[in-house]
């Protein structure tokens, strides 16, 4: 009998088997979506590349240095929306592998953690798109030089944008990293108010490191982030209660 009192596989190669059969799953999703998505490619990097355009001078434009670029940098793109889009199923295919080796318990908790990560990095990128990147380009563009036309390449334009939204994404998962520590037993609540200053101050430098060069974009990371922080450790508190207790 397995942790959740069911039958186990009858050998490791059942195992294997079955984590090949996830794994197929979500490559097939993932490759499913991109292809419906390949047609809508070109209009999807248009509407992609709106938050520079939309700061630009009048005329203003994007420009492709390689050769090839104008036709494989829609198509990267595609591909990281067809992943952002399957990601749900990905993750639930990764929960089926993992649920029958864990207790009930154990199951009733991290349901609602993968539910809550997969949600906060969405609204991080949300945050990132309609907040941040707005106000990064409008930075730089009031910052370029008099007679100099900002005209960026298309690809290291989306290179950019998608290390945002990552960082942005990433980062807002910090309550759930928090409440993972906590109910880990790892750190307790009490700790993670007392180090509240330097973990701030590491907020503020990977904010620093990951954002570009302007005040604001910095802020607008490590900010949310501080208030994360905080809510993870409500968030660790409470659970922490509900488990002891119940």
Known sequence: MNRTGELPEDSLMG???????????????????????????????????????AKLP????????????PFFTPIKLAF??????????????AWAFVAPGLYR????LARPLLGSALLLFYVGCAFAWFLVLPAVFGF????????VAMMTD?????????????AFGLGFELPVAVVVLVLLGAVTPAQLREARAYVIVGIFILAAIVTPPDVISQLLLAIPMCLLYEAGIVAGVLLKRRREGG
Do not use: N
């Open 15 to 53: 195992h294997l088997l079955e984590l090949r059969a996830r794994l197929l799953k979500g490559v097939l999703a993932v490759l499913l979506v991109f292809v419906a998505l390949l047609p809508l490619a070109e209009p999807l990097y248009a509407r992609f590349a709106a938050p520079l355009l």
């Open 58 to 69: 009048a005329g203003g434009q994007l420009v492709a240095i390689d050769v090839a670029s």
């Open 105 to 108: 318990h154990e199951q009733r």
């Open 80 to 93: 990281f929306v067809a992943l952002l889009l399957a990601m749900p199923w990905l993750i639930y295919q």
């Open 154 to 166: 298309i690809s290291r334009y989306l290179d950019f944008v998608l290390v945002i939204l990552l």
């Open 140 to 147: 730089l563009t009031a910052v370029t030089p008099e007679g």
